[in-house]
């Protein structure tokens, strides 16, 4: 389906237009479906010698953006000394510090370092390597650097108790390497005492572990994984770390375990970087983008790795393979999501989400209702059959939407006299809004002039204001085209005015040429609530069209500011004002469609549009209770759920037509806020 289904059956849309307040254009997709378990572009990260950069331009945040980052909540954007850095009291028993005097740390050797620390204190990278005994992690390996990087201590040390795993794979350590061995945890601790200055500041990634497994207290800390803040108690790892902000590779698969010396350095140079750049410029480093955009690119290469080997083959011997674009699912299963998907097809076969197929739209609801709940993050697929979406009824669709919006846009007016003034005229109802055209009808007794607007709400307001007037020397009527199509135009006016997308908005037209949006600004500055104002532009001149929307904070304020308004002057110009009837996403589709002169389409055949009067009332009938399902499974949703309902639109040999997008929030008053 797409925006075009949307408007079409507008009026069976009753819970959609009601409910979801934000809406937007979606690019038409040839396989939307595939889309969520996707191909396409590449997406690799690349190394510099800074670290890793993001092929996404968006990777760089805008100012205004840093004040949301963790790291800047935390620390604020100035460059502090190190002291500022290091782990208060409660921040290391909150992070299972050994602390002294904690029932917990009976026995722990206290380094004793317990001189003021100063912004000039010395820095020591520390890490250790365990291995998993019968008394639980202790240590096997311990490593210290100074502040130049230079290795103060690399020994191995041989657990008191009974190895049950070594843990080669991380530790490097194996059963061969510990035999010779002499160097027990209490010879650590007495040489760590003496090498360590009293003002000392130890900087580790989750050195909590190492303290533990040392069994050793120290009172002065740098911790990098809560250093470089995330939120929700989230942390980096130093592996992408020292990537992405130090340019380094550090613990390689190439290699046997981890290397402490290397992560003690690597830690160092972390909190270094931090201290002497300071929090600002490391948020603009924008680690959580960089990171997703890496995990992205691992899931496409375990993608390529899993092709058929056929497909393979065909990438070797075209220069230069890529990577395929992570679909939306890809994206999901990276923050640790696996959602549910619900629908009538097959839509995922990557084992990236749970999947339940359904033969009916019945059903999926059904299934919604009691497993949605149970899932974080939920995909449902409700749909046509293939019958609904061929050519030649869309092309019809199409055809009578164009047509439809065309008669609601137009107006005739008269009769006038035979030497009237047209100049007049068009002054006249141009006050009510944009003219797109105005011709002379001259097949009547008496001359009238039919106007096409460019905006559905002056076509109203002529109809409401000049209806009866006396324009150019007559007394006048003005309505819009008689067609059955045109019939129902009263209930689309009414409940244009409901639409979600209108509340609190209101149409002003009148205003002149020379006016300027600070000028519009300042005039309507004195308004109650006053949150938007929208200038709508010409895409060739730039110049505004003589209209605009003002949208307020509360749907009273809106209703007493059009008192206001109408009859208001401004720079000598009379304004005219009403409730918004097209003042977001369908202002710009109906620009589209006006300036498309029916091309959107395709190649429309005109003699199949009578013989489409079975299937589009049917159509009807499936859209209204497509809408019915949705209300259903809307209310069933927990508050400050976020909803999104997707047409997905079409695109195909024999045309294209845009999808359309419908988002929000569920509330406690059923409506979306957004």
């Not at 969520?36 to 331009?57: D, H, I, M, R, V």
């Not at 380094?248 to 690597?266: N, V």
């Not at 939306?328 to 923050?335: E, K, M, N, P, R």
């Amino acid at each position: 389906m797409s925006q075009l289904h949307f408007y079409k059956f507008y009026l069976q849309f009753k819970h959609l237009r009601r409910v979801f307040r934000h809406r937007f254009t979606l690019t038409p997709s040839a396989n939307f479906l595939a889309s969520l378990y996707g191909e396409g572009a590449n997406l690799k990260p690349q190394n510099t010698t800074q670290g890793l950069t993001s092929t996404s331009s968006q990777c760089i945040p805008k100012s205004s953006d840093l004040q949301c980052d963790p790291i800047i909540q935390k620390y604020g954007e100035k460059k502090r000394g190190l002291t500022s850095y290091t782990l208060t009291l409660e921040e290391q028993k909150k992070n299972d510090y050994p602390i002294k005097g904690s029932p917990g740390c009976k026995g722990y050797i206290d380094t004793e370092c317990d001189q003021q620390r100063t912004d000039s204190s010395p820095l020591f990278g520390l890490d250790c390597e365990m291995c998993l005994t019968a008394k639980g992690n202790e240590v096997t390996r311990v490593s210290l650097v100074d502040a130049q990087g230079q290795c103060l201590l690399n020994e191995l040390v041989k657990p008191e108790s009974t190895v049950v795993n070594y843990r080669t794979r991380f530790s490097g350590i194996t059963k061969k390497m510990l035999l010779p061995v002499k160097t027990r945890l209490s010879d650590i601790q007495t040489r760590l005492k003496k090498m360590l200055p009293h003002d000392a500041v130890l900087v580790g990634h989750s050195l909590n572990a190492d303290l533990q497994a040392l069994e050793m207290i120290h009172p002065s800390v740098i911790d990098t994984s809560l250093l470089f803040a995330r939120n929700e108690g989230r942390r980096f790892k130093l592996k992408f770390l020292a990537k992405a902000v130090l340019g380094k590779e550090i613990q390689c698969e190439q290699k046997l375990g981890h290397d402490p010396a290397e992560d003690a350095r690597a830690a160092l140079e972390l909190a270094q970087f931090f201290i002497e750049q300071g929090p600002a410029k490391v948020a603009e480093l924008n680690l959580e983008m960089l990171l997703t955009t890496e995990k992205l690119a691992e899931v496409s290469q375990k993608k390529a790795v899993l092709q058929p080997q056929g497909c393979r083959v065909q990438k070797q011997l075209n220069e230069p393979p890529h990577l395929s674009k992570p679909c939306f699912l890809d994206c999901l299963q990276v923050t640790g999501q696996k959602p549910l998907l619900l629908g009538r097809q097959e839509m995922d076969s990557s084992g990236l989400c749970q999947s339940n197929l359904s033969t009916s739209n019945k059903q999926i609801l059904q299934r919604a209702l009691e497993d949605v709940p149970l899932s974080t993050f939920s995909i449902i697929q409700f749909s046509l059959g293939p019958e609904y979406i061929a050519s030649h009824l869309l092309a019809g669709l199409y055809e009578k939407v164009r047509s439809k919006l065309t008669d609601m846009l137009t107006i005739y007016a008269g009769p006038f006299e035979e030497s009237f003034c047209l100049k007049s005229v068009k002054k006249e109802f141009g006050r009510c809004g944009p003219i797109r055209s105005l011709t002379v009808v001259t097949e009547t007794y008496q001359p009238y002039v039919c106007i096409q607007y460019e905006v559905l709400e002056a076509a109203q307001l002529a109809v409401e204001s000049l209806n009866g007037a006396e324009v150019a020397g007559s007394c006048i009527k003005v309505q819009r085209p008689i067609t059955a199509a045109m019939l129902d135009c009263d209930v689309w006016i009414k409940e244009l005015e409901l639409d979600i997308e209108n509340e609190g908005v209101i149409y002003v037209a009148g205003l002149k040429e020379s006016l300027t949006e600070t000028d519009l600004q300042e005039e309507f500055s004195q308004l109650k609530d006053l949150e938007t104002l929208f200038l709508p532009k010409d895409l060739q001149s730039g110049k505004h069209r003589n209209c605009c929307f003002l949208k307020f904070q509360k749907s009273q304020s809106a209703l007493d500011a059009l008192e206001v308004i109408n009859g208001w002057t401004v720079k000598g110009s009379k304004l005219r004002s009403r409730n918004a009837l097209a003042s977001g996403h369908l202002w710009r589709w109906i620009w589209q469609v006006n300036h498309s002169n029916g091309k959107q389409g395709g190649n429309i055949l005109y003699e199949k549009i009578e013989q489409l009067s079975d299937s589009e009332q049917d159509l009807r009938k499936k859209v209204k209770k497509l809408d019915h399902h949705i209300k259903k499974l809307y209310r069933s949703l927990q508050n400050n759920t976020l909803c999104i309902v997707l047409f997905p639109g079409v695109n195909s040999m024999h045309g294209s037509q845009s999808g359309l997008g419908l988002m929000g929030i569920k509330d406690d008053e059923g409506r979306s806020a957004c």
